[in-house]
């Protein structure tokens, strides 16, 4: 694909252009798919034809940050699961067991709150567009 701030050819995969660290369909000054010159309320390209659009709607970015938190708060690593944290999340809801079983429940003073302020953040990277690591924390 092409970069749609400044044409320059970059990876299908690429989030930020390399050349010129703008995000990719922030801006829309060329196609993504040939690299011509497109007017921002354009919907389609005339040289190719490909939709304007911004393509690339991730589901796990439009999660609410205090959402997140509160599921994490019911339920220990539910916000990271709903994030796309799946192993995390689970990892998280075993271990903060077995450490609560082992503490008859006062590491929760811990867990729960870490937990929660860690769903909220994973959250609001995600929904700023930032790229999110599976076991990335915080
Ligand atoms: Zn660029
Ligand atoms: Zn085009």
Partial sequence: MHCTNCSETISDQAEICPKC???TFTVKNYCH????SVKENQEICISCGVSLKRKNNNSN?????????????FILGLGQI???QTAKGITMLVVGIIIGMITFGLSAIITLPLAVI?????AKKKKEGKVVRDWEFF
């Fill in 21 to 23: 660290g703008v995000r």
């Fill in 33 to 36: 798919g040939c690299g011509s």
């Fill in 61 to 73: 970015g439009e999660k609410e940050p205090w959402l997140m938190a509160l599921l994490s708060f």
């Fill in 82 to 84: 709903v994030l796309g």
């Fill in 118 to 122: 860690d769903a909220y953040l994973i």
